[in-house]
């Protein structure tokens, strides 16, 4: 059991759509941190959420865009997707330190 | 900005021999270092940590990493891997007060009975 559940797990969008992926962190953990991880390649920072704010953002276009709600769950849009954009997006969350993330299992997006 | 370099991609051994996976990171201040672990079919685990103290920290399943401050490395070992080892490692660094973590691109690591 991850602890984290991300929804859905796999999902197929076309080029110039826009896409909702979901995070429920894990049970007392309070920040919510998403990474992409592209075929090959380790998870990628795009940013990370605590008080129902953006905290920080790594290298990612603002067509990547986040919200967090009071419950702590999260969601990731990104809009005018490109085939670059698939990858597995991955939610982490943590009590406000990143040296306790917990990981969902990600979930697989598939632009074509 | 941070970055981690995982070396030799894929590693097959046999069950019982060693492992050593290596870790460079380049940042010049101090660091918080991570190894994770992606077993097939499921979500990225942690599998060891080193924030200060001693160097060499062990983890979960056997697992060790020793931090080596003047090399930048903080390499991961095990004596004798299991077929159950199998699995994705990927090794993260982050700085004090930033809340990100850098990840290499990964090992990937088959056992064979």
């Known amino acids: 059991d991850a602890g984290v559940t991300q929804s859905p797990t796999h999902l197929i969008k076309t080029r110039g759509q826009q896409v909702t992926l979901r995070c429920s962190p894990k049970s007392g953990h309070d920040t919510v941190s998403w990474y992409q991880q592209a075929l090959g390649q380790g998870p990628q920072f795009i940013f990370q959420y605590y008080e129902e704010e953006e905290r920080q953002r790594g290298n990612f276009p603002d067509r990547f865009s986040g919200h967090q709600f009071p419950n702590y769950s999260s969601e990731l849009n990104v809009n005018a997707l490109l085939l670059g954009d698939s990858a597995l997006y991955l939610c982490a969350s943590s009590q406000d330190e990143v040296q306790s993330l917990h990981f969902g299992n990600g979930t697989r997006l598939t632009v074509t | 900005a941070q970055s981690v370099s995982q070396h030799n991609h894929h590693v097959i051994l046999s069950e019982a021999a060693s492992l050593e996976l290596g870790c460079n990171y380049s940042y010049g201040g101090t660091v918080n270092l991570f190894w994770y672990v992606q077993y097939p079919g499921q979500h990225l685990q942690l599998l060891l940590k080193?924030?200060?103290?001693?160097?060499l920290v062990k983890g979960i399943k056997g697992f060790e990493a020793e931090f080596i401050k003047s090399k930048f490395s903080f390499n991961l070992r095990k004596p004798s891997v299991q077929w159950s080892d199998t699995a994705e490692y990927f090794c993260a660094v982050n700085g004090p007060g930033n809340n990100r973590l850098a990840f290499g691109k990964g090992n990937q690591v088959v056992v064979i009975p």
């Open positions: 080193y924030f200060s103290g001693d160097p």
